[in-house]
């Protein structure tokens, strides 16, 4: 990789890492990039993967604040992303590419309609039920456990599947469901990237391009989603699962 590749790499790392910490779909911009410079597509996500694990952790920790009082609630899900990542990263090295296309997109466009429909839901559900679970009960783990399983397989736009489901789940804003969704995709990076660095061919050069820009892109999407209002964040994340959508159809 020559240094102006290298460049372009890190540059779009900052991208991916301001994305992430944002919404998430981070990845629709990393992988395509190292494709683009020459890395092979298995590679590139395998690389990819290792590389947004700082920018994955200077979101969750610009996102400090309201990550207060969800411990327990993210020692219950965490497991479920690891045990997830664990399984999808698994997958990637020995599945068809192919398997999960059709799937994918409907997770996203799913997840999109969760993430518009939320406050109305959170509200028709409030009153079924009458008290919500503290941390989203059984059916909040099972689909953290499937959305890890597909963030250590690919991982593009998990943050917006993670958003809908955490926050259909869980009475609670969506800044604090926000701060969750990083510390959850941090834990489904980091598991896949340590089976990706024992088991994996991974491409060094690419994972410290991306690595260095989704640092710094990672603390500045911090500091900027959390002065953006729930509507209008509401709005970015729809409009972000929609493009990843348009790019894994046609892309």
């Known amino acids: ?76 899900l965490g497991a479920a992303s690891a045990f997830g990542a664990l399984i999808g990263g698994i997958l990637l090295l020995f599945l068809d590419p192919d398997v999960f296309e059709v799937v994918v997109v409907a997770l996203i466009a799913l997840a999109c309609l969760l993430v518009m429909v939320q406050p109305r839901l959170n509200a028709w559900l409030a009153e079924r039920r009458g008290r919500g679970h503290p941390h989203g009960g059984a059916a909040l783990w099972l689909g953290v456990l499937a959305s890890g399983v597909y963030g250590g397989y690919f991982g593009a736009a998990q943050g917006v599947l993670l958003i809908g489901l955490i926050g259909i789940f869980l009475d609670d804003g969506l800044q604090r469901v926000n701060a969750a969704k990083n510390v959850l995709a941090l ?40 002065r953006i209002p729930a509507p209008a964040l509401r709005g970015v994340i729809v409009c972000v699962g929609i493009a990843a959508i348009i790019v894994l159809v046609y892309g």
């Open 187 to 226: 834990l489904v990076n980091a598991v896949a990237a340590v089976l990706f660095t024992v088991v994996a061919d991974v491409d060094w050069q690419a994972v410290a391009g991306v690595a260095l820009g989704a640092m710094a892109g990672g603390f500045l999407g911090a500091r900027l989603g959390r």
């Open 1 to 76: 990789m020559t240094g102006w590749e290298l460049a372009v790499v890190c540059a779009a790392g900052v991208m991916a890492g301001a994305i992430n910490a944002v919404v998430g779909s981070g990845s629709l911009i990393t992988f395509p990039t190292l494709v683009a410079v020459g890395v092979d597509p298995v590679t590139a996500n395998v690389s990819n993967t290792i590389g947004l694990v700082p920018g994955s952790f200077t979101a969750a920790y610009g996102y400090r604040v309201e990550l207060q009082g969800q411990r327990e609630r993210l020692v219950r």
